[in-house]
C-alpha cells in the first residue's frame, strides 16, 4: 500500500475510560490490554493503522491512565502520559459521559492548552448514557476548551469509530510511513505476550493484588516448526500474594496461564508452549532498577 501521509496521534484520559478498548477497536484488533481495574496499561502502547482510501497512516498511542501517583511506578506512568501530549499531530481526550470535569480531565486539558496541539473530545461509553445526558457533557466540555471535534464513541460496540479514524486523517501531514506495511505496533512480541500474561492476572485477581505484578518474559524462542517455547516469570511483592497468585493446587496460575497462551497464540498465529512461575519482589514499584528490569524505564524527577 502507498502511504504519503502519517499522523502521530496520542489518546490520554483518566484510567478505566475505555482507552485501550478504543485502540484496539480503531487498530481493529488487539494490541492493548484491558480490563475493568484502573491503570491496566503502564506504558505506551502504539498502534499503526494503514488507510487504504487517504493513502494514510495513522500511528495511535495508547498512554496510562493519567493519575495521582503513588508509587515510583506511578510517577513513571503520569510522566508518560505527560511527555505524549506534545509534538503530535493531535491529541484525543477521551472521558465518560459525566457532565462535570474531574481533576484529572482538567490537568489533561491544561497539558493539552500548554502545548497548542489540536485536540479532539471522545465521549466514551455512550450506550450507557441517554441522549439528553450526552447533550449535557458535550456542552460541558466545549465550554472549558476549543475542542475541534467533539465525538460520541462507544469503543465496546465499535460504534462511531470509523467517524473518529476519519477525523484522525485530516491532521495527517505529507511523508512517507513511519513504519512498512505488515508492521502493527511497535512493541516488541515478547512485551505483548508478558502484558497478555498481566492481562489474565488483572482479570483473574481480586483488589489491589494485580496492581502489584510485573510479568518478565525469561525465554522465547521458535522452533523449526513455528512452535512457540515461552517461559514466563510474574512478580509479586508478598509471599501471601504468591500463594494466592498460584491457588490451591496450582489452579489459578494454571487458569491464568491457560487464558493467556489462548490469547498469545491468537497474536503469534502459532501454538504456543507456556510455562509460569511465581517469585516474590518486595516493593518493586518503589525501585528505578527492577522498574528499568521490567521495562517501565524508571521514575522521573
Known amino acids: ?13 483518566r484510567p478505566n475510560v475505555g482507552k485501550s478498548t478504543l485502540t484496539n477497536a480503531l487498530a481493529g484488533q488487539k494490541l492493548a490490554i484491558v480490563s475493568a481495574k484502573p491503570q491496566t496499561t503502564r506504558n505506551r ?3 499503526v493503522v494503514n488507510r487504504e482510501r487517504s493513502k494514510t497512516q495513522l500511528v495511535i498511542v495508547d498512554t496510562p491512565g493519567f493519575h495521582r501517583p503513588r508509587t515510583r511506578l506511578g510517577d513513571y506512568m503520569v510522566n508518560v502520559v ?3 501530549i506534545p509534538d503530535v499531530e493531535l491529541v484525543v481526550l477521551v472521558v465518560e459521559p459525566i457532565p462535570a470535569i474531574g481533576p484529572q480531565e482538567q490537568g489533561l486539558i491544561d497539558s493539552i492548552r500548554k502545548s497548542g496541539c489540536p485536540a479532539v473530545l471522545v465521549i466514551n461509553k455512550i450506550d450507557t448514557v441517554e441522549k439528553q445526558a450526552l447533550l449535557e457533557v458535550m456542552a460541558v466540555y466545549a465550554g472549558a476548551f476549543d475542542f475541534a471535534a467533539i465525538l460520541p464513541v462507544s469503543a465496546q460496540r465499535r460504534e462511531g469509530t470509523e467517524e473518529l479514524l476519519r477525523e484522525m486523517e485530516r491532521y495527517a ?37 494485580p496492581h502489584g505484578t510485573a510479568v518478565e518474559v525469561t525465554r522465547f524462542s521458535e522452533r523449526d516448526d513455528g512452535i512457540i517455547d515461552l517461559d514466563v516469570t510474574i512478580y509479586c511483592e508478598k ?16 487458569k491464568i496461564g491457560e487464558a493467556a497462551r489462548r490469547d498469545i497464540e491468537r ?7 507456556l510455562s509460569t512461575w511465581v517469585k516474590v519482589k518486595e516493593n518493586w ?4 532498577a527492577m522498574l528499568k528490569n521490567f521495562g517501565y524505564g524508571g521514575a522521573k524527577g
Open 267 to 273: 497474536f503469534m498465529g502459532t501454538k504456543v508452549f
Open 173 to 209: 501531514v505529507p511523508g512517507p510511513a513511519y513504519f512498512p506495511e505488515g508492521v502493527d505496533t511497535d512493541q516488541p512480541d515478547r512485551q505483548v505476550c508478558a502484558e497478555l500474561v498481566r492481562e489474565k492476572l488483572l482479570r483473574c485477581l481480586d483488589r489491589e493484588i
Open 82 to 84: 505527560r511527555e505524549s
Open 1 to 13: 500500500m502507498e502511504i504519503n501521509k502519517t499522523a502521530m496521534i496520542t489518546v490520554c484520559g
Open 239 to 254: 509471599a501471601s500474594h504468591k500463594g494466592i497468585i498460584i491457588g490451591k493446587n496450582g489452579a489459578m496460575l494454571k
Open 285 to 288: 514499584r518503589d525501585s528505578d
Open 45 to 47: 502502547i502504539t498502534a
